[in-house]
């Protein structure tokens, strides 16, 4: 134990991973040992012989798991930015050994006695507003994981949630080496005509890595669509591309097959949700939510579609004259579209993505884009340093300062994809903030950004961009929080609101004043042309209706699968996602779901069953709260302190909705989020 880091509290600054000393073998003792002293804590607190309060029962059990929450926030980073076989080993083996363990306590039945106790008395503590809610959360966490169960049902629960665990894992490994299966190596330079000269060397690069000399990779990204369609002016390549991404885990020529493990996912959530007393997984799943039912949604959603469906139609048929123009007289195919879309991009706002990406190197738009923008809205300031142990080499530090001076924590940035980075984006935290703890937040944003040529500057597209600002929401999220207990930190709130923030904070990339102080040529020095500018803010709304259609398609589907119960599961895969896409109109072949079940990672791997609908959900929020911010005066540190006090700081101490009608005095307008997508001229 003496030689386990993970069995101290790093002396690193805010208890940062010395990722020098930490290896693949100190993660099993320590999660084994973690959950040994925590069910010894969770036994120490139901086991007490005095009456149960709030402080010996809910605030302590605040206190406990602290190795084993240690070495989890580690190690789930590593497995998803920079795994390996021997991680990959563990986490199959403590899957469900990490479900168990939660059932251990959650199914606690003297343990939820006493939770029971406190919170029928919870009228009379006088509690604050975040410690009431804690209480209620804490009751309702134990009753939705089955502690009113009889011990019959308990035990099934415990089976399901096991076997749950395991398949999450095997599906997340499974689309890790798909997207090595299923990349596009191609022979010829030739075909490539139309990427960029960096671009096709950075390809031949990556083939190199992968033993394949003189030739060329094509990486699969985790959508359906992959952004190198949109150069490529070879057609058979493009179909070929897109349909090594469309088509993957399906068991192709002996391949990976994912469909089982969906299809037993379902079955397993709706026997689940069965045995707890809900109709189906999506009522359960929607019920803590600001959504709150199923029915809330699909009403929301299904009123977008018409527009949307409009709008792509429209888009369409642009599409098809360019089509035309180019000699094709065929149907539009899903691989043509953004290709097409990109010709009429540049003909209706002459844009060029090759003529805007030098004006945004990686670097500077981090440091006078992100940073800058958050330094305009909130005073803080990031200053980098090299003097702390990272887990990889293209991962950067910065300390994280407050206007007075004061450090509020540490941020990472790993930018680049690699082979061994899972698809995406996301943000994660090696620490989360607490008054209770007395801890402070060492943040981390993951992005899947391709890497340039070696020697070459790192040039991202403007879609790059925005993730970046997306990802810094959520991470100021966990920088800004303030709050007393560590369950309610920074990115704790429903899922439904927690992509308010980081969508909010994409805005701020086409702000001028922002744009001006990034958008800055990489060889001459020059800012981007106003005109150019221009030109770029206005073509964003270009393409809104395939990129709503393709989104609301996943959602969809995501519903549909999390509304059957256990007995009426299809056997096909694809027909039911058809069905359900015919369902709600959004079937138009051209335009495929951005996810497919059989690599839909944010459900069937990654939190978000039932929930990513979530998305759209919190874009209206966070449209609605920078319509009220541009009418506040925009760019200004009175209107970034008053959203960093009413939203950012508080976590998940209150409900999210009262949250936002503090800050906002008011409900969200749905046409906010109208406007912002270009669906909506009035």
Partial sequence: MSDNPFFSISSLPFEAPDFDVISEEHFAPAFDEGMRREL???????????????????????????????????????????????????????????????????????????????????????????????????????????????????????????????????????????????????????????????????????????????????????????????????????????????????????????????????????????????????????????????????????????????????????????????????????????????????????????????????????????????????????????????????????????????????????????????????????????????KKPVIVNVLNVSPPAEGEPALISFSNVTTMFHEMGHAVHGLFSDVNFPSQAGTSVPRDFVEFPSTFEEDWAIHPDVLRNYAIHYETGEPIPQELLDRVIAAQEFNQGFDTYEYLGATMVDLEWHLLDRDNVPGDVAEFENASLEKYNLDWYAIPPRYKSAYFSHIFSGGYSANYYAYIWSEILASDAFAFMREEGGLTRENGDRYRQHILSRGGSLDAMELYREYRGGDPDVRHLLRRRGLDAN
């Fill in 40 to 438: 010894a804590e969770i036994d120490s607190i139901a086991s007490n012989p005095e009456p149960p309060t709030f402080e010996n029962t809910i605030v302590a059990m605040e206190k406990t798991g602290d190795l084993l929450t240690r070495a989890q926030r580690v190690f789930f980073n590593l497995t998803s930015a920079h795994t390996n076989d021997a991680l990959q080993e563990i986490q199959s083996e403590f899957a469900p050994k990490f479900a168990a363990h939660s059932d251990n306590i959650l199914l606690n039945r003297t343990l939820f006695e006493r939770v029971e106790s406190v919170y029928q008395q919870r009228e009379d503590l006088d509690l604050d507003d975040a410690s009431l809610k804690l209480l209620e959360d804490t009751h309702r966490n134990f009753v939705r994981a089955g502690a009113q169960l009889t011990d019959v049902e308990q035990t099934r629960m415990r089976e399901i949630n096991e076997r749950i665990s395991t398949l999450t894992t095997q599906f997340q490994e499974s689309l890790l080496e798909l997207n090595r299966e299923r990349a596009v190596i191609v022979d010829d330079e030739a075909l490539l005509d139309g990427m960029s000269g960096d671009r096709i060397a950075a390809a031949r690069e990556a083939a190199s890595n992968r033993g394949h000399e003189d030739k060329y990779l094509l990486s699969i990204t985790n959508t359906t669509r992959v952004p190198i369609l949109t150069s490529l002016n070879n057609r058979d390549l493009r179909e070929r591309v897109w349909k090594a991404s469309a088509y993957r885990g399906l068991g192709e020529d002996g391949g990976i097959d994912t469909r089982p493990i969906v299809k037993e996912l379902v079955e397993l959530r709706a026997e689940r949700t069965e045995l707890l007393g809900y109709p189906n997984f999506a009522t359960f799943a929607l019920e803590p939510q600001t959504a709150q039912s199923p029915e809330n949604v699909l009403e929301m959603l299904t009123g977008l579609i018409p527009a949307v469906v409009s709008n792509a139609e429209q888009e369409g048929e642009l599409i098809k004259q360019k089509m035309q123009e180019d000699g094709i007289d065929d149907d539009l195919q899903p691989w043509d579209w953004e290709f097409y879309a990109e010709k009429v991009r540049k003909e209706q706002y002459d844009i060029d993505e090759d003529e805007v990406r030098p004006y945004f190197e990686i670097n500077r738009v981090l440091e006078d884009g992100v940073f800058y923008a958050m330094n305009r809205l909130y005073g803080v300031a990031f200053e980098e340093r090299n003097d702390l142990p990272i887990y990889h080499p293209e991962v950067r530090v910065f300390n994280v300062y407050d206007e007075d001076g004061s450090q509020l924590g540490l941020f990472y940035a790993d930018y680049f994809s690699r082979d061994s980075k899972r698809g995406g984006a996301w943000m994660n935290s090696f620490v989360v903030q607490s008054h209770l703890l007395d």
